[in-house]
């Protein structure tokens, strides 16, 4: 390898792993450079570290190409109980690493399932994880090849309980507890010297699946003169919006802060451009719209409010499903 063809590898993996001095990084508070011409492997795990010299590569035949394709069918096969990996779709913000509770204004720790392509997704605190995942029962969840980029942060020491949390080809067993408008995840995985009852991981999630469908409009800051025929629907899950001004059309998308309780907010706006008899209730109806923060849900009754907890429009299910 010629010196400039050196700096380009080197350049190239150095932009690969985010930074000019990366470090392989698995282990609490531990790394070591890497160097792609040392011809060595670098493992770092529970603070220990050990190198070994990268085996020359075997020559290809038609048994060993065999063995290898059985390995990654076999590697790539995913069990799904259907009922839990339905119950996990989605994301969750991770609010707890065993007794460490988590409280932070942005990029809050999460965990993402795919359930349609069995791909997982997460974030420590401080690296982004992904790799695959399978539902083996009805109460366990199990992750396969996982990578994880390489930063150092030194504010975040909950990672590596997160990281040993979601260790790959070990069986996790996890519970679920709805508490009002959320839905808590447990990963209740623990040593033999922890208690048994203490999770691993402790997420949540907005429950907003009761907020889909159709919604008449009651009252805009409390005007109720010409809200007969406004109305808004939710589609939560694919997080949009859409209604009627008692005029125009209007849609849009439906944000969700994981940081918050029942929050909800409302961007990229449209609005059809047709002239209204009341459009003084239609500029006020959009403009609260934007304003919109969070809820407050009870039976059929919903209540929009501004991030000082203001009512801006009441709200009331629509029972013709349309």
């Known amino acids: 390898m010629t010196n400039n063809s050196k700096l380009i590898y080197l350049s190239a993996a150095v932009l690969l792993l985010g930074g000019s001095s990366c470090s392989i990084l698995q282990g609490k508070g531990k790394g070591i450079k890497a160097n792609p011409d040392d011809g060595v492997d670098v493992t770092i795990w529970e603070e220990k570290i050990s190198s070994e010299p990268i085996p020359a590569t075997p020559a290809v035949t038609d048994e060993n190409r065999n063995d290898a ?48 392509d069995g791909r997982v997704y997460a974030f420590n605190g401080c690296n982004y994880l992904n790799g695959s995942f399978s539902t083996p029962s009805e109460s366990s969840v199990e992750f396969r090849q996982m990578i994880s980029t390489l930063r150092m942060c ?18 996790i067993e996890v519970k679920m507890e709805k508490k009002g408008n959320e839905t808590y995840l447990y990963f209740m995985r623990s040593g033999k010297s922890a208690t048994p009852s203490a999770p691993a991981l402790t997420m949540r999630r907005h429950n907003m699946e009761s907020l889909s469908g159709q919604w008449q409009v009651k009252e805009v800051n409390g005007e109720k003169e010409g809200a007969d025929e406004a109305n808004i629907f939710f589609d939560i899950p694919e997080l949009r919006v859409h209604g009627n001004t008692g005029c125009n059309y209007f849609n849009g ?15 990229q706006m449209g609005v059809t451009g047709r002239l209204c008899e009341n459009s003084a209730f239609e500029t006020a109806m959009l403009v609260a719209l934007e304003q919109v923060s969070t809820y407050s849900l009870s039976g059929d009754n919903l209540e929009l409010l501004d991030l000082s907890g203001r009512r801006l429009m009441t709200l009331h299910r629509d029972g013709t499903g349309k």
């Open 69 to 116: 394709a059985s390995r990654s069918e076999q590697a790539s096969a995913v069990t799904f109980n259907t009922k839990l990996a339905a119950a996990l779709h989605g994301e969750w913000v991770i609010v707890a690493a065993g007794k460490t509770k988590i409280e932070r204004d942005e990029d809050m720790p999460y965990i993402n399932f795919d359930t349609a």
């Open 154 to 171: 030194p504010d975040a020491s909950f990672q590596y309980d997160i990281n040993a949390a979601i260790r790959e080809d070990e069986p």
């Open 253 to 267: 998308s439906i944000r969700i802060d994981p940081n918050r309780r029942n929050s909800i907010s409302f961007s």
